[in-house]
């Protein structure tokens, strides 16, 4: 079975600052990991994903994250906050063997204030 | 290109009511899948299509829920009867999927379902 874990459910930074949001992330097989946004009654939106190959993944609107075998763990970082990334934001975890469905995190609320 | 489409975006009935709900997705889109999105929480696999197969219907409540999908491009999710806890945001997503190959998902806004 593949499981993710966001830590803080709420995270709030100021505008221009780094945004830090964590997972942590349970699998058998080797993981494909995932991103995604999710705006106020939107859908979500795929920020960055890792399958194979390069550990550091860079997704959209400046984000990035990085891949850590040894400690389990996909953190999603971005250099400085815009106000704009305010948002809920999904880890999760899938693969082939799931047919790529995928299991998510409980989310992180991300406030950014001016 | 089209997103993938849902309808209604919102529906409001009463417990023990029928409700269903459409997604038109991507065109040329092989595989569909219906999540569940309950209040402050991640999404959760209902059901995943293969054309018009459904490969993986495990965690879908077989006693009220059902699924389809005619011709494997639409899909319709139906509840009945509807429960006070089915109250929730239904989302469906698509992709070309390939052996061994990971195409990305794409979601649709979803249908807000609030069961009175």
């Known amino acids: 079975a593949q499981s993710v874990t966001q830590l803080g459910s709420h995270v709030s930074v100021s505008e221009g600052a780094l945004v830090l949001l964590r997972c942590n992330y349970s699998s058998s097989v080797p993981p494909y990991l995932f991103w995604y946004v999710q705006y106020p009654n939107q859908g979500l939106q795929l920020l960055l994903k890792y399958t194979t190959g390069a550990t550091l993944v860079k997704g959209i609107n400046g984000f990035e994250a990085e891949f850590k075998k040894s400690e389990t763990s996909f953190h999603l970082t971005k250099p400085s906050a815009h106000m704009s990334d305010a948002a809920e934001y999904f880890c999760a975890v899938g693969g082939p063997n799931s047919g790529y469905a995928l299991n998510f995190g409980k989310g992180t609320s991300l406030l950014v204030t001016p | 290109e089209a997103g993938v489409v849902q309808s209604p975006r919102y529906k409001i009935i009463e417990k023990k009511q029928p409700v269903a709900f459409w997604c038109n997705p991507i065109?040329?889109?092989?595989?569909l899948y219906w999540y569940l999105q309950n209040l402050g929480q991640g999404p959760e696999l209902l059901i995943r299509y293969e054309n018009e197969e459904a490969v993986d219907d495990s965690q879908l409540p077989k006693d009220r829920f059902s699924a389809e999908r005619l011709k494997g491009v639409d899909s319709t999710l139906k509840i009945q009867p509807a429960e006070l806890g089915d109250s929730a945001v239904y989302l469906c997503a698509s992709s070309l999927a390939g052996q061994g190959a990971y195409n990305e998902q794409f979601f649709g806004p979803g249908t807000r379902l609030t069961v009175l």
């Open positions: 065109s040329g889109h092989n595989t």
